[in-house]
């Protein structure tokens, strides 16, 4: 007869095994969609909002906005929910086209920086950008958004197209601090380089592929809701 | 075993008051530790980080509680990390839901709450073994522990690294920041100063305490005398 020391515990069956993680997975899954499918619309919602207000942000002449999608060299009316790249066309109370949003994305020190950038048509510059998201490190990649000297970059950033406009006149680049001679170039922040030259990076990139899409389609733009 | 051992210890306000000081997850345990170094660079961080591991360890211990006798041993990490997750899912949502900007603010740090060692370390050692209402008493006072630890290591560093509190500005404009507080190295230098202060606050009133022994013992009268 065998001691209660050296018995073999009773082990469970695998079917009992298999209906526990079945049944928790089955509570999982029902909690994890009926708080998906209660938060979806605010989420929706907060992301409208969001976007809307880096749009202003960068237009601040814009009252109303119509969202286009990139579809080659065209521009398709679009809504947020357009998957593909967007811009957003700002337009004053009167419908006068007053700019156009772009996203933009590079990486930064810790992790990818994304930004909303204007661009004005009248003077083919680019005026302004919010950053929609950013992990860099506070007091230093953060600067960007505080920066003055940083920022007067963008009162004007050249962003003309050469002559068959198919892309920039003049690519768009960060210098080091003190060293910008052109309206084209973007005086870095001493101190937080890197974060500087990914908004000098993602501006070119962005620029280079959509603005000659967006000048191409201004009359459409300038149609807008008329 | 006798059925008085067999007995679970009754619920007592020690059941809840100890995570938040006497067993604090983070100065005396140091359990957790990612989120408090990472996300501390603001007490709004901070606290908001606190109120989610309070939600996920509130509610998953509460879960893991209630079907402690249903899981079969075999599997209970297996569910535990189920569970877990689940809640996570939920405030990451709920976050979202609440403020983009905030949910924005702490990155990753939200999703990595399934990977606490907090959360999982109470559900295996105090959830998994004792009362429904024990445990969600117990998780409410660790949470709360936790988020004090938080907040305290937040408050500093935020008040020395952007001469702020809860974004008001405390000092004045010629204050010059020291930005090293808001920057990882700045999370490990306030937890080793609160750990000393703790620690050395606790040695003096151990050290007290057998000091007053000896007396009462010298004086032939009972040490509770004294207490």
């Known amino acids: ?226 | 075993m006798t059925q008085a051992n067999k007995k679970e210890t009754p619920l007592t306000l020690d059941v809840f008051t100890a995570g938040i000081w006497k067993e604090n997850p983070v100065f005396v345990m140091m359990l957790g530790l990612c989120p408090v170094l990472a996300v501390t660079n603001s007490v709004l961080n901070s606290l908001a980080m606190g109120i989610a591991s309070i939600f996920v360890l509130v509610c998953s211990n509460a879960l893991v509680s209630a079907l402690r006798n249903f899981i079969p041993k075999q599997v209970r990490i297996t569910t535990y990390i189920i569970i877990i997750a689940t809640f996570v899912t939920l405030v990451d949502y709920i976050i979202q839901a609440v403020s983009l900007d905030l949910y924005n603010r702490l990155g990753a740090f939200i999703q990595l709450i399934v990977v606490n060692c907090l959360i999982l370390g109470r559900a295996e050692a105090y959830a998994s073994k004792n009362s429904f209402t024990k445990s969600v008493v117990s998780a409410l006072g660790m949470g709360l522990g936790f988020t004090l630890a938080l907040v305290m290591l937040g408050g500093v560093r935020e008040l020395l690294g952007a001469g702020q509190l809860l974004g008001y500005q405390v000092f004045s404009t010629q204050f010059e920041p020291w930005v090293v507080m808001i920057l990882p190295p700045g999370g490990f230098i306030v937890l080793g100063c609160w750990l000393l202060l703790i620690n050395y606050l606790e040695q003096r009133k151990t050290s007290k305490l057998i000091l007053r022994d000896k007396a009462a013992s010298h004086g032939q009268l009972p040490s509770e005398s004294f207490s």
Request: hydrophobic share 40%; charged share 20%.
């Open chain 1, 1 to 226: 007869m065998s001691t209660p020391e050296n018995q073999v515990p009773e082990l469970p069956s695998s079917t009992k095994l298999i209906m526990t993680l079945a049944t928790v997975a089955m509570i999982s899954g029902l909690l994890v969609v009926m708080v998906y499918e209660f938060t979806k619309p605010i989420i929706a919602e907060n992301q409208r909002l969001a976007t809307e207000r880096a749009i202003f942000k960068v237009l601040p002449l814009a009252k109303k906005r119509l969202t286009y999608v990139v579809d080659q060299d065209k521009l398709v009316l679009a809504d947020d929910k357009t998957v593909g790249e967007l811009i957003y066309a700002g337009y004053d109370k009167h419908n006068n086209l007053v700019g156009v949003a772009i996203n933009a994305a590079a990486q930064g020190y810790q992790d990818i920086v994304k930004i909303l950038y204007g661009y004005n048509q009248d003077n083919s510059c680019i005026i302004g950008f919010d950053v929609l998201k950013s992990t860099e490190t506070p007091g230093f990649g953060t600067k960007i958004t505080t920066d003055e000297g940083f920022l007067a970059n963008f009162k004007c950033l050249d962003a003309q197209l050469n002559m068959p406009q198919s892309a920039l006149a003049n690519a768009i680049t960060t210098v080091r601090h003190g060293t910008k001679k052109h309206a084209w170039q973007i005086d870095a922040i001493s101190g937080s380089t890197i974060t500087s030259n990914a908004v000098g990076r993602m501006l070119n990139k962005s620029a280079q592929k959509l603005l000659p899409v967006v000048v191409k389609n201004l009359d459409l733009l300038k149609q807008g809701q008329q």
